[in-house]
């Protein structure tokens, strides 16, 4: 260090006139090295260590906010503002300031034709003695409304910690009144010092979220697999009621909603909702998608990402981040967020092979610009273990509905056999094409199930009487097969011409397993009836399966919300909600009803 101040003042023409000697030269070096390089030093160090003292279990606005504050006051500057590269809008967002707070149409710049842009994709500090001068800065009402004339922008750098994780840029602009500023490089170096610094925090900040994150992932998995280790299996809707608490901290929400997409991509629908009878959206409606233009923005990208000043449109999320000013809001949402203290709504897609079939709406009370990727990442990560829970609810419902056919199919080909071994084969050749009908439709049933589990989704026309008459006798055979010889069955008025829009296989099913936990209830021992009719109630085709034996009170209610542990239920009850029908439960002394109505065909 001596040596670096001798050749210094050694070369200086202030001091060449003073005629020093070299060893008076080499006095005034250990003077200044001592008296005040020390000094400096010392003060570096003071600042760093406050810089890096900054608490990185603040939110990255605060820890931000802070730094700038410090850097401001180290420097003798006027005020400074943050800015972090968003890759996703290819903008600049700001992201903390002291002394300078920026206007909402400044909040988001491009990164082409700007100070922070030039700087990050340089990577090196850029100076502005005159801000009026420079044509990378367009904001030229700082000068009249704030006083600030010069700037220095430094970058600051952020690595990522895991694979395919993205290193974060952005800049700190350090702000003075000064005109036509000459920036002292030892003070263009203490900026860019304090700066890594900054980066330093941010990037302890990024571990803690990482490990947050990573906790948050471990127990939303450990809760699912100690209920997959249950034997009723797991479902979809018990893994998002189980998990949307542990979510409630990430997000102060509101209420949110899991929606489904039909497969004209025209429609979707409510699946589950958290809490229960919130009425963000009716359960039972389909919604066209046209009419939501958060909804279309989301699943048809009518728009390219960026962040406006209500809407911030990303591929990996839409934020509405007021609902009541955003233009993508229609009447619904305004009245509920005005209702419900809603300030900001966020928007996840569920993809699969690039489509979305399912998406999540957060309703958050706390008003948001943006989400950080972590907080997008554990979401999305919830999201997925939701679909995932999903695809294993339909596999345990195939493998579930293989029983009633296979029954069926045992049955009939044996009673086709015994009649195949009569001597006169003419008089029964009736009865063998019926029960050869049956035994094919039953198979390619079956053969459906495990090649299309998704197969329900395909609506038609169907006659409610028939295909109840039809699964009746198949339950009859499955009654026959289990030697459950004390049921009488009895087939009272089926109305003719009871015309629904569903899908004939998902109508299938939900008769199959009406009918098999109505024969189940029915009591061993002593036996009992099993009953089925159908009648037609206003613009309803109603039908109604009865049996003997007695459901508790306390259980009622439960199976009218879908609140049940058996899969036969929750099948049924999907079902029902689809198509905007409706479940009734009554006893009496010793019987049971079920009693479904849905709309008529119109």
């Known amino acids: 260090m001596d040596r670096i101040l001798i050749e210094f003042l050694q070369s200086s023409p202030l001091l060449s006139r003073c005629s020093l000697t070299g060893h008076e030269i080499a006095e005034l070096a250990g003077y200044l090295r001592k008296h005040c390089l020390s000094k400096h030093i010392e003060e570096v160090v003071r600042m760093v260590e406050e810089v ?81 001068l420079e044509p990378d800065y367009v904001n030229k009402d700082i000068v009249t409304e704030h006083g600030f004339n010069s700037l220095m922008a430094i970058p600051i750098i952020i690595p990522g910690f895991i694979e395919k994780e993205f290193v974060i840029q952005g800049t700190i602009q350090i702000y003075y009144k000064e005109i036509n500023k000459e920036f002292d490089p030892l003070e263009v170096a203490n900026a860019e010092l304090m700066a890594r610094r900054v980066s330093y925090v941010l990037a302890k900040k990024r571990i803690l979220d990482l490990q947050k994150l990573n906790r948050q992932k471990e127990k939303i998995v450990e809760k699912i697999f100690v209920k997959l280790s249950h034997r009723e299996g797991i479902k979809m809707k018990d893994v998002f009621r189980m998990m949307m608490p542990e979510l409630v901290d990430v997000i102060h929400i509101q209420s949110c909603t899991l929606f489904s997409i039909s497969q004209d991509r025209k429609h979707l629908q409510v699946e589950l909702e958290y ?23 989301l699943i048809n990208e009518t728009e390219n990402p960026a ?141 459906e199930l495990s090649i299309y589990p998704n197969i329900e989704g395909r609506e038609r026309i169907v006659d409610l009487a028939e295909v109840l008459k039809r699964r009746f006798k198949i339950n009859e055979e499955a009654i026959r097969e289990q030697k459950r010889t004390n049921i009488r069955l009895i087939q009272d008025d089926l109305q003719p011409g009871l015309m629904i829009y569903c899908s004939p296989f998902g109508f299938e099913r939900v008769l199959d397993n009406l009918l098999d936990n109505a024969t189940k209830a029915i009591p061993e021992e002593s036996g009992g009836e099993l009953s089925i009719r159908s009648y037609r109630e206003g613009d309803m085709a109603c039908f109604e399966i009865r049996n003997t034996g007695k459901i508790p009170e306390e259980n009622i209610e439960q199976i009218k919300k879908g609140e049940v542990k058996g899969r036969g239920l929750n099948i049924i009850y999907r079902f029902i909600q689809g198509t905007h029908g409706r479940l009734e439960v009554f006893t009496d002394s010793d019987t049971t009803t079920f009693r479904v109505t849905i709309p008529l065909y119109q």
């Open 275 to 297: 809490p229960v009878g919130q009425e963000s959206h009716s359960i039972s409606c389909m919604y066209n998608i046209k009419d939501h233009p958060y909804f279309d923005v």
């Open 52 to 132: 890096i003292s900054i608490n990185p279990a603040l939110d990255w606005k605060e820890i931000l906010e802070s730094a700038a504050k410090k850097i401001v006051d180290f420097l003798h500057a006027d005020a400074a503002s943050i800015r972090i590269f968003d890759p996703e809008t290819d903008r600049l967002v700001a992201f903390g300031s002291h002394q300078y707070a920026e206007s909402g149409r400044m909040k988001s710049i491009p990164l082409e034709k700007s100070v922070a842009g030039r700087v990050i994709k340089s990577g090196k500090s850029y100076l502005v003695p005159n801000i009026l």
């Open 307 to 447: 962040d406006y000043e209500y809407e911030r449109i990303t591929p990996s999320y839409t934020l509405i981040k007021d609902p009541l000013k955003s233009r993508l809001s229609n009447d619904e949402l305004k009245r509920y967020a005005s209702s419900q203290n809603v300030n900001s709504v966020l928007l996840i897609p569920l993809k699969a092979a690039d489509e979305i079939n399912y998406f999540l709406v957060f309703y958050a009370k706390d008003r948001r610009q943006e989400f950080t990727e972590h907080e997008i990442e554990l979401l999305n990560f919830f999201g997925k273990e939701i679909m995932k829970a999903l695809r294993i609810e339909k596999l345990d419902d195939v493998l579930h509905d293989f029983k009633n056919p296979s029954i069926a199919i045992a049955g009939f080909a044996k009673r086709a056999q015994r009649l195949f071994e009569k001597e006169n084969i003419d008089e029964v050749r009736d009865r063998i094409s019926e029960y050869l009908d049956i035994i094919v439709q039953e198979t390619t049933r079956m053969q």
